[in-house]
């Protein structure tokens, strides 16, 4: 059985589950061969986990606080205005000074993409200063940077709703900061204080109005270190002191937990506030960098949710997810493709669902509140439309959504309910093993299930998510009765030629299956699901199949597309049957342009089918992600673009990439790279230790490591014969020099 290079999605596997699992193995080794009979009750299963709705719990109307990315916006690459107009509400850039927009995220280089997106951003002033840790020169430096940033953001004043005049200023200020004649005598602490009024009256003295965010600490946790309070209480006792207040206070949540910010906020901000009489209080809160800088967090969907959610039930006001590789990427949710502009992946469709919700933020409650790594969401509830939307994710296993007060919204005792998730990918075969790294593009969401459920006798609807991912982010809506809708790539199992299997539409369908229908009984030597699916053209197709495996260990299924063989699909164990629960598989397949018959036939073990959705496969091999021989994995100019590799200079240098063919044949491969050399360059290309091309590497302007990044870099071909499966293609210097930035996979014309 070979392996798949698309991520598998996580089964069941939290604590309860697992241990339901070890008292019900009598219970699992009869489904092993017994198929659920149409009309039979769902089976028995672990208790899932819980997340509760209260549609009639009001909370305001929708802030979307967390819709926002630190340097988000670029002009190199150059992020698209419409993507930024989806996807965010608010950003942090680098403050330009007056009348220099050469940085690629400062305020001045991306001012004109935001006009008119209704995107509004916090202007850094302390990223003037330059230098990391910041270099701090002369008081009278930092002022005339700061007079010069203020008179720079009134061309586009109507797009900043704060100005921050110090970023992480609890330690980041070094240099000749402890030396500076200017400075008063004392504690570190107390010249920052003293730095801070400065600066606030330096931006009043021109700018009378425009809103001040302060003191964005990078960490103020309280609880972890005893001088924390004691910092931010004297911040706050000299801003009242000097009439300095800031407009919106603000810090960083760099914290693996999304519970550290209510934490802060209730049991030791508002309460220092209140203490100090602070004018204005209770001041918006801006947490202007956030996130566990875990590599599992940025532009992840099911990641961000559950910040998301905390800052929803706490009234953030603004929040910008901290990105630190990858700037102008809309906070790591585009992607590049070749040939054109950045390509939405899973974390922008999860980013517009938040975007494009309406109504009133109504209540969301977890199984467990104490848990912060609990999977979690935001939900609204829209009047006007009579339709819940919840957004949900964070962790894997099985969930149940309760939405109460359905019937005393005016719904029922039918509702319409529709269950969507987005797909953050990840290649297992990547030398980069963080998660963040993946994130193939997307061409859109996946559906579910699209169907009619009964409200109970509460009023209230329970709603199955089974096998959750924990990386994924996943969309419930659920208003009056209507048409059922599906993605037009995908197709239903039931609507497939069925031989030796058998058509599920009772009870058991209507409780999970998309469409009331799913496909069982794929028992037989010859069982099998024939489907005609249409490809707009020739290529590689990654494939999604919405199954269950009731046993105890992985089945396989043979795949055949036009009677040509093209491996398994593999479904590992979900726990239960389709009356019951589900999971995805996934497999890449070659299709031809135009229709044609994909077969799904028995191999080992039992799975049972619900649908199968076919996509263009948008997966790009980079080079930085594959092993590195004797060369260097290197970031683009000013790390605001995904790296490459450099430096394969010598006789040994080589990249392998680990490649994924559907079936045995000859494929192309189109090679990123640059050579600025004035010669061409070459390289040996092997597939598993044999050699079997050369690439040829004509010149470019510059390397990639130029102020023009990716912008210099052109593509070049080689065909290569590929076996079904996993192949190390191996990149290894013969002449000249060149760097690589990608390869992507395609069958030879």
């Known amino acids: 059985m070979r392996r798949t290079t698309l991520r598998r999605r996580a089964l069941p596997s939290g604590t309860r589950a697992a241990l339901a699992a070890l008292t019900s193995a009598a219970a699992l080794a009869a489904c092993v061969t017994a198929v659920p009979q149409a009309g039979a009750a769902p089976s028995a299963a672990a208790a899932a986990d819980v997340i509760t709705i209260d549609t009639g719990a009001s909370q305001g109307a929708l802030r979307k606080p967390g819709l926002g990315s630190l340097f988000g916006v670029a002009s190199l690459p150059d992020t698209p205005k419409d993507l930024i107009t989806r996807s965010q509400t608010s950003l942090a850039q680098h403050q330009s000074p007056d009348g220099d927009a050469s940085f690629p995220t400062n305020t001045e280089a991306v001012a004109a993409k935001l006009d008119g997106t209704g995107v509004r951003m916090v202007a850094r002033f302390n990223d003037m200063m330059g230098g990391w840790p910041y270099e701090w020169k002369s008081l009278d430096d930092w002022l005339t940077k700061v007079a010069s940033g203020t008179r720079s953001i009134q061309k586009y004043r109507n797009l900043v709703y704060a100005v921050a005049p110090l970023n992480e200023p609890d ?244 509702v319409q309910v529709r269950l969507e998730y987005t797909d953050w990918t990840k290649d297992p075969t990547d030398a980069d093993p963080r998660i963040e790294s993946g994130g193939d593009p997307q061409s859109g969401t996946y559906t579910l299930f699209d169907k009619r459920m009964t409200l109970d006798a509460s009023g209230d609807l329970t709603v199955p998510v089974r096998a959750m991912d924990k990386y994924d ?181 080589a990249v392998t990439f680990a490649v994924d063919a559907p079936a045995a044949g000859t494929y192309r491969l189109t090679v990123g790279y640059a050579n600025a050399t004035a010669s061409p360059a070459t390289h040996d290309v092997s597939v598993g230790g044999t050699s079997r091309a050369t690439a040829a590497y004509g010149t470019t302007s510059d390397w990639l490591s130029s102020r023009q990044q990716d912008r210099v870099e052109k593509t070049t071909t080689v065909d290569v014969p590929l076996s079904a499966g996993v192949n190390q293609v191996r990149f290894q210097k013969r002449t000249g020099n060149a760097e690589l930035d990608f390869i992507t996979v395609a069958p030879s014309p």
């Open 171 to 414: 330690n980041k200020l070094q240099g000749a900061f402890m030396n500076d004649p200017a400075l008063p005598a004392g504690s570190y602490d107390s010249k920052v204080n003293y730095v801070w009024t400065r600066s606030v009256r330096a931006i009043r003295a021109i700018d009378p109005t425009v809103p001040v965010m302060g003191p964005n600490y990078e960490h103020y946790n309280p609880w972890e270190s005893a001088d924390r309070q004691p910092r931010m209480r004297d911040f706050l006792r000299n801003a009242i002191d000097t009439g300095t207040v800031p407009d919106m206070i603000g810090w960083h949540s760099l914290g693996p937990s999304p519970g550290d910010v209510p934490e802060t906020l209730t049991k030791y901000y508002r309460p220092l506030e209140k203490e100090l009489g602070v004018p204005g209080a209770p001041l918006p809160v801006v947490v202007e960098e956030y996130g566990p800088g875990s590599d599992d967090f940025e532009g992840v969907p099911g990641t961000m949710v559950k910040h998301w959610a905390e800052f929803a039930r706490y009234g953030i006001d603004y929040a910008t997810m901290g990105v630190y590789n990858g700037g102008g990427l809309l906070g790591n949710t585009l992607r590049r493709v070749q040939g054109g502009a950045p390509a939405p992946n899973g974390g922008f469709w999860f980013q517009q669902w938040y975007k494009s919700m309406t109504g009133n933020q109504i209540a969301v409650s977890r199984w467990d509140t104490r848990h912060y790594q609990a999977a979690d969401g935001v939900a609204a509830w829209d009047a006007g439309k009579r339709t819940m939307t919840a957004l949900l994710g964070g962790d894997s296993g099985d969930q149940d959504i309760r939405v109460r007060g359905l019937a005393a919204r005016g719904l029922g005792p039918e």
């Open 473 to 653: 982010g996943y969309r419930l809506t659920v208003t009056t009765p209507g048409t059922a809708q599906l993605p037009s790539t995908t197709y239903e199992a039931e609507g497939g030629a069925l031989t030796g299997a058998v058509l599920h539409t009772g009870a058991d369908a209507r409780y999970l299956a998309s469409g009331n229908a799913y496909v069982g009984g794929i028992d037989g030597a010859n069982s099998s699901v024939a489907l005609t699916v249409n490809a707009p053209d020739t290529g590689v197709y990654a494939m999604r199949v919405r199954y269950a495996n009731g046993g105890t260990g992985a089945a396989t299924h043979r795949v055949t597309v036009g009677g040509r063989a093209q491996g398994e699909v593999s479904y590992p164990a979900t726990g239960g049957w389709l009356d019951s629960t589900s999971g995805i598989a996934t497999e890449r397949v070659l299709l031809a342009k135009g229709a044609n018959t994909l077969t799904l036939t028995k191999g080992t073990g039992n799975a049972e089918l619900d649908w199968v959705d076919l996509r263009p496969d948008t997966h790009r091999y980079e080079a930085e992600s594959a092993t590195v021989t004797a060369a260097r994995r290197s970031n683009y100019f000013n790390d605001y673009v995904p790296g490459y590799v450099g430096g394969i200079d010598a006789a040994t240098s």
